[in-house]
């Protein structure tokens, strides 16, 4: 940054790292809740796969009045098993991959925390400050969780471009 740019407090910075925390643990919910969903689909999910395949398996609880026809051996039966099987795994890995991106969220949320209370306690000069969130959110690739806000980081590099 140049010298004549403002200079942020050290009371600005940790306001800063508290509110990209907060932002982050409102994300953190966010995906929580959107997951909750997605589990409770899988719950369904199994529940119809077991459901089918009993029937399937067991066949109908009642005689049917005809026979079955030429050609239906269950075959079709067994592939839309198979692929309520297969949507189903799908379902698995999307909701692993977002439990594993919340729990990236909230170590990133409590990391900010951290840094905004070490800033409050041991730093005293805005500078200092400044490039300590500057490497914090270098080396925890903050600008990755906020798409539609600038970090500090980057607000940095581009005002050294």
Known sequence: MSDDEVTLSV?????????????????????????????????????????????HTNGPETPTATPPTAGSDGGDEVAELEDLESELEEKQALAEAKQARMAAFQDLSAAYTELAAELDETV????????????????????????????????VAESNE
Do not use: K, N, S, W
């Open 11 to 55: 009371a600005e910075l940790t306001e800063y790292c508290r509110t990209q925390a907060a932002l982050l643990a409102g994300h953190t919910e966010t995906i929580a809740a959107e997951t909750d969903e997605l589990l409770d689909e899988i719950d369904d999910d199994i529940a119809e796969l077991r459901t089918r395949m009993a029937d």
């Open 124 to 155: 005293e000069d805005g500078q200092d400050a400044l490039g300590r969130i500057v490497q914090f959110e270098r080396d925890h690739d903050a600008p990755a969780y906020f798409d539609e806000r600038t970090t500090v980081l980057e607000a």
